[in-house]
């Protein structure tokens, strides 16, 4: 879908603005269907508020959260509804309030599944409600009156470094996606350079190939979440939906960035987190290191770690980050990107994040001082002693 931008008009940029006032980033102005600059500003405001990347636009995944909005705690009886789960912004706050008194709903997705019916089965026990894992006005009542008293120390977050510590240092076996930005229609990022066309979506493949073998030598199991000339291109939730799947216990995405700005360059990496501090503790150490890895042994510019809620981040039930490595649109990164030599050096650190993520931390050594033949070496002398 095309994204709904400035100066847009109709029934789609009316809708938008209804929810916007709700929200209360948007005055109300009767029967306004024009995306003027306010609402502009608006949707950026939104964008920012939800960590989404902040463009004033409303394409597709700016809409879902838009859609999502809509919803607060307490508007509507939450239920776990088969094969549709409900969505929305009043189910991730139901979440967030269980998962504050301690209850496993896995990650604050926003999404009504199974897991988050159990943990509202079990508080229903708990306080002597109807244990059918709904939440209605009486189920929503006692969540106030206890919620309030229940401070939590980010218990998802907590659990999801037990399980990852309780999984081992060991490469052997552990399950890793892959996920090459862009693909089929879309090519990402293109710019033209001494007649060759180069596409970002064929060079994420290309560094998730070089990756994917490296990887595969490790012992690990490795899945793309595509080939590299799809003719259809999976959506975000659909990537992390593959992830979820098998059971992924890393997922990396890989993606080149591209600026109206020509001097723009770097390496950034994002994690999932929002803006008031909720944030994958495994994610960012990861997003950390391969980060560190990349700017040390490239030399591209470290544009560092940034916390993010994209739908790639947030669906994904397993320490996720993206990777932009480098400016296509900057000559001297295009220079970089386009060499084989590089994508190898990429590949490389990206194996490196990897091992060190399973290294035992009072082992560590300088980032980019240590080839990964030895480093797989020495986490595997730690996984058998
Ligand atoms: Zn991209």
């Known amino acids: 879908m095309r994204p709904i931008r400035r100066d847009d008009q109709g029934p789609a940029?009316?809708?938008?603005?209804?929810?916007?006032?709700?929200?209360?980033?948007?005055?109300?102005?009767?029967?306004?269907?024009?995306?003027?600059?306010?609402?502009?500003?608006?949707?950026?405001?939104?964008?920012?508020?939800?960590?989404?990347?902040?463009?004033?636009?409303?394409?597709?995944?700016?809409?879902?959260?838009?859609?999502?909005?809509?919803?607060?705690?307490?508007?509507?009886?939450?239920?776990?509804?088969?094969?549709?789960?409900?969505?929305?912004?009043?189910?991730?706050?139901?979440?967030?309030?269980?998962?504050?008194?301690?209850?496993?709903?896995?990650?604050?997705?926003?999404?009504?599944?199974?897991?988050?019916?159990?943990?509202?089965?079990?508080?229903?026990?708990?306080v002597g409600l109807t244990a059918d894992g709904s939440c209605g006005p009486y189920t929503m009542h006692a969540m106030r009156r206890l919620g309030r008293k229940v401070v939590g120390g980010r218990p998802q977050w907590l659990r999801e470094a037990d399980a990852f510590r309780e999984?081992?240092?060991?490469?052997?076996?552990?399950?890793?996606?892959?996920?090459?930005?862009?693909?089929?229609p879309d090519p990402g990022v293109v710019v033209i350079d001494s007649g060759r066309r180069w596409s970002e979506a064929e060079l994420a493949y290309d560094l998730a190939a070089r990756l994917e073998g490296r990887l595969a030598a490790a012992g690990m199991r490795v899945h793309l979440t595509r080939g590299p000339a799809t003719t259809s291109v999976l959506s975000d939730p659909a990537r992390t939906q593959l992830a979820n799947d098998v059971g992924a216990d890393l997922f990396i995405s890989l993606h080149v960035d591209g600026h109206a700005n020509p001097a723009a360059d770097g390496v950034a990496t994002y994690h999932y987190g929002t803006g008031n501090g909720v944030t994958s503790t495994v994610g960012e150490r990861l997003a950390g290191l391969v980060q560190r890895e990349i700017a040390v042994r490239t030399g591209l510019r470290d544009c560092r770690v940034h916390a993010k809620s994209w739908e790639l981040l947030r669906l994904t039930r397993m320490p996720a980050v993206r990777v932009d490595v480098g400016y296509l649109t900057c000559s001297a990164d295009r220079a970089r990107l386009i060499r084989p030599g590089f994508r190898d050096?990429?590949?490389?650190?990206?194996?490196?994040?990897?091992?060190?993520?399973?290294?035992?931390?009072?082992?560590?050594?300088?980032?980019?001082?240590?080839?990964?033949?030895?480093?797989?070496?020495?986490?595997?002398?730690?996984?058998?002693?």
């Not at 999984?167 to 930005?181: A, Q, Y």
């Open 167 to 184: 999984s081992g240092p060991n490469l052997v076996g552990k399950t890793i996606v892959i996920d090459p930005g862009h693909g089929g």
């Open 13 to 126: 940029v009316a809708e938008i603005r209804s929810i916007l006032v709700n929200l209360e980033l948007l005055e109300p102005t009767p029967g306004a269907d024009v995306f003027d600059a306010r609402t502009e500003h608006a949707v950026r405001a939104f964008q920012q508020l939800r960590g989404l990347s902040i463009d004033g636009r409303v394409g597709a995944e700016t809409w879902r959260a838009l859609d999502a909005a809509r919803w607060r705690l307490g508007d509507r009886a939450l239920y776990h509804s088969i094969p549709q789960p409900l969505v929305g912004e009043d189910v991730r706050a139901l979440q967030e309030r269980l998962l504050e008194m301690g209850y496993d709903v896995g990650r604050a997705d926003g999404v009504y599944g199974g897991r988050t019916a159990r943990a509202v089965t079990q508080f229903q026990r708990e």
């Open 345 to 385: 050096q990429v590949a490389e650190a990206l194996v490196a994040a990897v091992q060190r993520m399973y290294y035992p931390v009072e082992l560590d050594v300088p980032t980019g001082s240590i080839d990964v033949h030895t480093l797989r070496a020495v986490v595997d002398a730690t996984a058998e002693a």
